[in-house]
């Protein structure tokens, strides 16, 4: 009796159990997921390059004569104008050898002055006369020369801009083309940003234009913007100057200038800085969350799609280019998909989940993007 009545217990009990488990919701085993609906818009593409500013005008300050510099008449730092006298150099060697090339030209003139009408009297030959012109003309060379040399005494600057340190001082010895300059000027308003793009991305974005997959960005594709060295954003926009036509054999890229205005002189030529170029629009651009692409052992970038009956697929997509958290999709994703956010955890290829929209916060079209992501090609 007692074993059969252990017996009923176990059975009792063991269909206690089995009610238990048969009685709990199926719903809790569906993994709660937050998705975003992707849509389709205009995605101004636009490429982030590093590069250095260059003056537009930079002048080397060099002597022309020899000898001591007497006086620097201008401030080291300060804005100089084309034609103002930076340096005198000692002119009195030079003022000595004008006065007697003025001298010899005065003689030389009078006598071919004086050789004319006795020439037509034939009181003097031809010859004679012939070499009085050429010895006055030559001597009114000697004239100019012993002029200009003169005036080279006075160094003036030959462009207007920002004057640099003075690498001479008064008393120093300078000589005719000399190696080392007196002093620099550069213009810096407005300023030139030189960059370079690999031929490669230069080549991918003009067939893409040329297909139809990208758009002109119209007026404002020659639009540049900048960012300092410190990470700050430069205030005003700049405008894409040319490209070179020529792919440079050690670097594979092509240098490309773009303009910026300077009225503050807060570039400096030889800083360093990171230009953004707008490219082209994507007419129908899918920007994806950043939370929302996973990757794979090799690499390969993928999102978990939820579909129309709440199943979810795996798919593999191609990125492009990333900004304030969101990649633009490529290839693999549509407009009105769902990709999941959060959640993604639980989540498997083939089953089921539990879908919530979460609110949608997609960057403006117009935003600058960033560069390519080379990993996720």
């Known amino acids: 009796m007692r074993l059969k009545f252990l017996s009923v217990s176990t059975v ?3 269909s206690a159990c089995d009610g238990s488990a048969g009685s709990a ?3 809790a085993q569906v993994p709660a997921v937050n998705v975003v609906t992707l849509h389709s818009q205009p995605v101004t593409l636009t490429t982030r390059l590093p590069g ?6 930079s002048a080397e300050v060099r002597p022309q004569v020899s000898g001591v510099i007497q006086k620097r008449l201008f401030v080291e730092g300060s804005e100089v104008k084309a034609g103002q006298q930076l340096y005198q150099i000692d002119p009195s060697t030079y003022q000595a050898a004008y006065d007697r090339a003025m001298a010899t030209w005065k003689s030389a003139d009078a006598t071919a002055r004086r050789y004319k009408p006795l020439v037509e009297a034939q009181a003097v030959s031809r010859q004679q006369y012939d070499d009085a012109v050429a010895a006055e003309r030559e001597a009114a060379a000697d004239v100019e020369t012993a002029r200009v040399n003169l005036q080279y005494t006075k160094v003036y600057a030959p462009i207007s801009g920002h004057i640099g340190r003075s690498l001479s001082t008064e008393g120093a010895l300078v000589t ?4 080392a300059y007196l002093t620099t ?3 810096l308003n407005p300023i030139y940003v030189d960059v370079s793009e690999s031929s490669q991305d230069l080549l991918k974005l003009r067939r893409a234009l040329a297909s139809g997959k990208l758009q002109s960005a119209g007026e404002n594709a020659a639009q540049a913007n900048l960012t300092l ?3 700050s954003k430069y205030a005003l926009p700049g405008k894409l100057e040319f490209s070179e036509v020529t792919v440079s054999q050690s670097t594979g890229s092509v240098t490309l200038r773009a303009s910026f205005p300077n009225p503050h002189d807060e570039l400096l030529p030889g800083m360093f800085v990171h230009a953004e170029l707008q490219q082209g629009v994507d007419d129908k651009g899918i920007l994806v969350p950043q939370e929302a692409i996973m990757h794979d052992v090799k690499g390969a970038p993928y999102v978990y799609v939820v579909k129309a009956d709440n199943t979810v697929e795996q798919r593999s997509i191609t990125t492009g280019q990333m900004m304030n958290g969101y990649w633009l999709a490529n290839q693999g994703l549509n407009d009105g998909d769902k990709v999941i956010t959060d959640g993604l955890q639980n989540v498997r290829a083939g089953a089921k989940v539990n879908a919530t929209e979460r609110p949608a ?7 600058n993007l960033a560069m390519t992501d080379p990993s996720a090609q």
């Open 12 to 14: 009792v009990l063991l």
């Open 25 to 27: 919701s199926p719903a």
């Open 52 to 57: 250095r500013t260059t003056a537009v005008r």
């Open 176 to 179: 005719s083309g000399q190696t």
């Open 185 to 187: 000027i550069d213009q």
């Open 229 to 231: 060295e410190d990470g």
């Open 361 to 367: 916060s997609a960057p403006a079209a117009q935003a």
